[in-house]
């Protein structure tokens, strides 16, 4: 698939206190492939994802692709960045069409248009949703609305909230296979934030585990290849880095 | 007697279409902000539910009389007074009507929740543009509350009217006072028939608004 | 407690309870519904009438055209006090009121007044010179100062000049208004209104201008039993009433 190759990935750096909740890290999320964010819930995993996108704004500093999303007292407003987000539920807007959903953020993108509805479509399996009001639709149909109007909007950077958390096995297992067909097809970094251990295995090229904001481990293979999942030795790390932080993995995970 | 109606649907109509634009940026407001003193703003806006419609619109004739501080202002555009005239109905209208076109639009703002705006930021749109193409159809069955509200309350309004409106034929002559002097004159005829027009319209306007929404609700957009 | 002791006590509390339902044969109440423009005047001559006769009265106000219409739907007023004379009329009329008991208990002044002082002058001269944005009125088909007004503007030959700038007061009280905020320069309003203010400028419109604005009572069917009501209606005769009403401004036949 043709697109832009990064080669900065993400920077980001946060010390800030939401609530009761104190978020330190330091992460890095590399220019190519899927990086996961594991750990139970309440380490603050989607604390971390808002303040990268910037919903949510945490003293510290976001360098995108060399590019400065926030540093210091200089905070670009999420509009401005070219980032994609998927939310945990969806998030569809339901006064417009799937079509009008797909296209709302292709609409005012102003980055050059390197994906269009011809290739999201058939990638995300949306031809029989075109059309159709946003009533009516699954879990799963829903979902991949969301990740193809994420995309259509141009991003440099994927965010990803949980997106199966909120469906059923069966909706979940219709819908992996496509997040498989975009991890070989997508030249953008993802951030995927997970508690499945599962669609970790299945999806992540790197993987950062996230507890009490903090974060206790990373994994990364040096250069990402989907076409080669995780080996047994890296599963078991990962399972063991993942009962250290209190989650436990799926007993189905290869 | 066509005159009358006339002048009542004029007022009712230019009251809700202004309140409609005119409240707006303050339920936004209201529904977004999170300093500690908007409540204090919302109460102020409320006021006007409370007042006793007389006393309301006593309070409204010192402020379009001559030797208001208001009218000071506008003095330099030839304008010397605002009572007993159509506008100055109209103002008195749209502050008599603001809270019934405050709380349903801010109450449509909130139900929106901050989802949809994140979602729009997230897909490029500007804080402006993502509040004319989510945030308002989103809340779209607040400003069809607020419009049926604002709409029936100004054919009703009657004290605010007689406080300040003079009864000038054309300009400051509506139903609701015609009705209360027909029937003090003890033109009980001719009062039937006014309020049987009345309510026949009003029951109308009303259906029809309400039939609108519910057919705005099942169509997809 | 014993048995009789029971007897006893509850026996003493029914006496003292009848004791105190049972009125002096000569203190009554009357139901007396007055028109709010009369309000102050009407409150005094109550108390007057009850520190000479001993009866109580209740007082109600509000629009004469409103307290008609309470009437004809049995409302229980014993006693019926108008701003005008066409209610009394129409009460007797329809059946409502004892016959031979209406008459006039105070004649009503009419005024042209402004608070500017010096604006109005002793002949009225300024509604030639219609130097003002608005004169204020009450309207003439509910109010009969509103008709008087209106009668006085015609006779002086200046009602058509002067009908764009007229605007209408629903009563004689809310007209008074519009001429103390100042949103209608000049207006005409009720001589009890303004007689004990000393400011602002007036003239009293000479009563030959306009239809005599009788006020006029009426006793009720209601109350044609009770010595209370006809007791009120006389007193509304005697000097100390009529002294009462003069005082206010209004003046008695």
């Known amino acids: 698939m043709s697109g832009v190759t990064n080669q900065g990935g993400v920077q980001a750096e946060f010390d800030g206190l939401l609530g009761r909740f104190r978020l330190k890290v330091s992460l890095t999320i590399p220019p190519k492939g899927i990086t996961a964010l594991v750990g139970p819930s309440g380490a603050g995993k989607t604390s971390l994802l808002r303040a990268i996108a910037g919903l949510t704004r945490l003293p510290g500093r976001v360098l995108m692709d060399g590019a400065v999303w926030q540093e210091g007292r200089r905070f670009v407003p999420v509009h401005k960045r070219a980032l994609g987000m998927v939310f945990q539920e969806s998030s569809l807007l339901n006064h417009l069409s799937v079509k009008d959903n797909l296209l709302f953020g292709y609409r005012r993108s102003t980055e050059p248009k390197t994906m269009g509805l011809d290739e999201i479509v058939p990638l995300l399996g949306l031809e029989p949703l075109i059309g159709r009001s946003t009533d009516n639709l699954s879990g799963g149909e829903r979902q991949r609305v969301a990740l193809g109007r994420a995309l259509l909007s141009q991003p440099r950077l994927l965010l990803m909230d949980e997106p199966l958390s909120s469906l059923d096995a069966e909706s979940r297992a219709e819908i992996l296979p496509f997040l498989e067909a975009l991890h070989r097809t997508l030249s953008i970094p993802v951030l995927y934030v997970s508690h499945d251990a599962e669609e970790v295995a299945r999806l992540a090229d790197h993987v950062v585990t996230l507890n009490a904001g903090q974060i206790v481990g990373t994994l990364q293979r040096a250069t990402p290849d989907p076409l080669s999942p995780l080996s047994a030795d890296q599963i078991r790390d990962l399972a063991r880095q993942a009962l250290e932080a209190g989650i436990k993995p799926n007993p189905a995970a290869r | ?221 | ?253």
């Not at chain 2, 809700?16 to 500690?36: D, I, M, N």
């Not at chain 2, 555009?77 to 009572?83: D, E, P, R």
Request: glycine share 8%; proline share 6%.
């Open chain 2, 1 to 221: 007697m066509a005159d009358v109606i006339w002048t009542t649907l004029k007022l009712a109509s230019l009251t809700t279409l202004l309140l409609l634009v005119l409240a707006t940026p303050l339920a936004w407001w209201l529904a977004r902000q999170k300093v500690w003193w908007k409540e204090i703003i919302a109460a102020l806006a409320a006021l006007p539910i409370v007042l006793p419609p007389t006393v309301l619109g006593f309070y409204l004739l010192l402020l379009l009389a001559p030797s208001s501080p208001m009218m000071e202002l506008l003095r330099p555009f030839g304008i010397q007074s605002l009572a007993f005239t159509f506008p100055g109905l109209l103002i008195g209208s749209m502050v008599y009507s603001l809270p019934f076109a405050v709380q349903p639009i801010r109450n449509g703002f909130e139900a929106m929740g901050d989802r949809p705006m994140e979602v729009a930021a997230t897909l490029r749109a500007t804080p402006l543009n993502a509040f004319f193409t989510v945030a308002v159809p989103q809340a779209r069955r607040g400003f069809l509350t607020a419009a049926v509200l604002v709409f029936a309350h100004t054919v009703g309004e009657f004290g605010v009217v007689l406080m300040i409106g003079g009864g000038i034929p054309g300009q400051t002559e509506v139903i609701s006072v015609k009705l209360y002097q027909l029937v003090e004159s003890l033109q009980f005829g001719e009062a039937h028939r006014l309020a049987a027009g009345l309510l026949v319209f009003s029951f109308v306007v009303l259906l029809t608004m309400f039939l609108t929404e519910r057919r705005a609700r099942k169509t997809a957009p």
């Open chain 3, 1 to 253: 407690m014993k048995p009789v002791g029971v007897l006893a006590r509850l026996s003493g509390l029914i006496a003292v309870v009848c004791a105190l339902n049972v009125a002096p044969a000569a203190a009554a109440t009357v139901q007396i519904a007055v028109a709010s423009n009369f309000m102050e005047p009407a409150k005094e001559i109550a108390a007057a009438f009850t520190a000479k006769t001993g009866h109580q009265t209740n007082l109600i106000f509000g629009p004469s055209g409103q307290i008609y219409v309470q009437i004809t739907h049995g409302a229980q007023f014993e006693v019926f006090l108008s701003a005008d004379k066409e209610r009394p009329e129409q009460a007797e009329k329809d059946g409502f009121s004892v016959n031979g008991t209406r008459f006039t208990y105070a004649v009503g002044r009419l005024v042209l007044y402004s608070t500017r002082p010096g604006f109005v002058d002793a002949n009225g001269k300024v509604l030639a010179r219609a130097d003002f944005a608005h004169l204020a009125i009450a309207d003439p088909a509910i109010a009969p100062y509103g008709l008087a007004a209106v009668e006085s503007l015609g006779k002086l030959g200046l009602y058509d000049r002067l009908k764009p700038k007229i605007v209408q007061g629903s009563s004689i009280a809310q007209t008074f208004q519009f001429v103390q905020t100042g949103a209608a320069e000049v207006g005409f309003v009720a001589l009890s209104q303004v007689i004990n203010r000393p400011d602002g400028s007036r003239w009293i419109v000479p009563a030959t201008l306009h239809t005599p604005i009788d006020q006029q009572a009426v006793l009720l069917k209601t109350g044609a039993n009770n010595p209370a009501a006809k007791a009120f209606m006389t007193f509304l005769k005697s000097q100390t009433a009529r002294a009462i009403i003069r005082r206010y401004g209004y003046e008695t036949p």
